[in-house]
């Protein structure tokens, strides 16, 4: 894992923590999934390619997936929704976590997701696109 990689985790995972919605579910970093007890969201991010136009740092893409005790759709939609609002109702100096980059940029516009259902489990992912750089 690379120190951009468990600094875009370390945000999400701070900025996932202020949403009164998602108080009682643990959020924890891809590094700790086995330990994970659902409900749980366990974050991801991974490094692409360095950005050669535009803003200097990388292409970064970090996956909340919400693993539920429930195969309730309900659920699974309502805590999409809620990482989506975190998301989408960030705003600079919110978290802590912050002060390690030199560039955060939200592209919120490539939020994406994926729903799978198994015979015991329920995971719903949100995937959205950053451009970071770490100074």
């Known amino acids: 894992m690379t120190a951009l990689e468990e600094a875009c985790e370390d945000y999400f995972i701070e900025l996932l923590g202020l949403n009164a919605d998602l108080q009682g579910i643990s959020i924890v970093p891809f590094e700790d999934d086995d330990e994970a007890i659902a ?5 991801q991010a991974i490094q692409k390619g360095h950005r050669l136009d535009g803003p200097k740092g990388f292409d970064v893409d970090v996956t909340c997936l919400y693993r539920a005790t429930t195969t309730a759709p309900t ?3 309502k805590i999409a929704g809620a990482i989506r609002k975190s998301i989408y109702s960030s705003q600079s100096g919110q978290t802590a976590a912050e002060g390690v980059f030199g560039y955060l940029m939200i592209l919120d516009e ?10 015991d489990l329920k995971k719903r992912s949100v995937t959205v696109s950053l451009i970071a750089r770490i100074e």
């Open 110 to 119: 490539n939020l994406g997701g994926d729903r799978q259902t198994t015979r």
């Open 75 to 77: 659920d699974s939609h």
């Open 39 to 43: 409900p749980a969201i366990v974050v």
